[in-house]
């Protein structure tokens, strides 16, 4: 067991890799495994600045292939490991990724996305929501929280340890760069405060009893022989994954009720997405937001619903459509109309939407 | 009518008995190297304790053999996971079981910090000299003129640098008062066996242990029984066999 630093309502003034530092020792994680990627540093420096409180783990790796594989090491083990990364080390972190996915091994990870492709930027950008969905080798059996702010990576970093460990699917935090260097005002609390009790972890090696008396060996692996033996476990997955779906979507909707133009954006820019609503509206434009919260899975329900509402959508990230082609997957059979605005590996201002949702007004977008 | 004597297989405790008959190809150097490991398990009575994680390639094979909580990773990263088990679990013996190619080559970053941060675990190395699982290709440690695969006329080592000496390496790098390294081989189980023991009496005492196993690989190599073991003397010439850090590996 750890220390848990916050007891009590606590509002503090901090960058984003700060509060998911706290966020996990809220969450009472107890070891996190890490290697240096900027913009997600400081999560690493806060977690061992707090070491002598907390009485936690760390362990600072070679590289974040063993980041990813050492603390599947230690989840396997026991403990609520953890581990954050960025850029081109979400990209090779993705070795490991795909055996948590595999072996359904509860994997949180915090991703502070840069510009990509290859090294690009260290500063921010939107260009791994693909990759962190659906990176490995595999059918992309992962949960993506995409936060807009620190309250959110206070919350949702919390809830990824529970998520992860409740349903045993790889759990994200998705932000970025922006994020993790801002500094914002973040209420902290202690998860118990509001309900929340952490799920137990479990011993998946070395757990209780003895080989031969209490229980048989455990011989955990990721390799099958057959392809049928192979669709039948990632059939179950599936199944699983579908049912989890159900209870884990989230998705935030401002002012989306009554929107004509509806514009869909995840992550930060659905912050610049509200200002320019309020913005819009004080023109008399009927702008409207959906945000996908947990961008893998959606929620295709709602999501369907608000944009069936709207006369014209709008997509915006600071990508090339990411968050768009997975939606759109989603509209099928709609046939609203849509505009984009995409910027790749740069940021999206209120401006930027006001302008061109009233462009979208003079111009109307075509099917 | 002639009788049929059927005596018990005599298997170490550690042994899984359930899988039966070898996975791994006839005259394979792995059952014997982990038949020696999986008696010095039963010496030491570390069963309950050890994890064993094995690697990609022949050695995953490996992944129920044993009768240890075990864990099948993937190619060269068995050593992060068996490191990431015995950081979070300070009781746990972490034994990470690998070839070659998952050692030297795709794993070799894993390996050298392991032994530059004196990871509380065993590697076990099983060098074969070749890539079997995929068919039998150039390995890191694949003898100067060996034909492989990937070297259908010989290993050139103008072209291709000479063997990795993986023992030698480690040895040069680890700490000595806490590591045990030792190059060992399939010709002599009784020291094989010996050997794996005080690597892990060394992890039992806080320390790393890396033991290199030279081993046999008749199916790839394409010899028959006489062939193979003059192939194995030949190896024994060129990468020594011997202890070349004890650490704290007496008992």
Redesign the interface.
Known sequence: MVNKLIKEDTKMFLTGNEVLAYAANAAEA??M?GYPITPQNEIMHTWCKLLPKTEA?F?Q???E??A????????????R?FTATAGPGNVIMQ??QS?AEMMRIPFVCAVMQRGGPSTATVIYAQQETRLTCFGGNGEGFRIVYSTAGHQDLYDYMIKAFNTAWKYRFPTYVLADGYQGKMREPVMLYDPASRGISMVPTE?????PG???IDRK???????YNMEEELMEVLEGYQKDYDKMAEEVAEYEEYKAEDAEILIIAHGIVARSARTAIDELRAKGIKAGLFRPITIRPLAVKPLRAAVSRAKQILFTESANGQLAQMVLEKLYGLNTPYSTLYKMGVGVTGDDLVSKVESMIKEPAMI | MAEVLTLPPNLPKSQNAEVGASKFCPGCGHGITLKALANAVDELDIKQKTVFGCDIGCSLLSWNYLDLDTVQTHHGRTTPVIYGVTRANPEAIGIAYMGDGGGLAIGSQHLVNAAVRSERMMIVLVNNTNYGMTGGQMSPTTMPGQKTETTPYGRDCEVTGRPAKGAEMVAAIANPEKSFVARSSVSNVRKLQSTFKKGLINVQNGGFSFIEVLSICPLNWRTNNVDTLERLKTMEEFFEVKEFLQGKSEQ
């Open positions: 107890e070891f495994y783990g362990l790796t070679e590289d292939i063993s990813g594989f050492s603390t599947l090491g230690g989840i396997l083990a026991g403990k490991a070795d490991a055996m011993k998946a090696l070395l757990g003895q080989i031969g060996s455990v011989h955990m692996r990721n390799t």
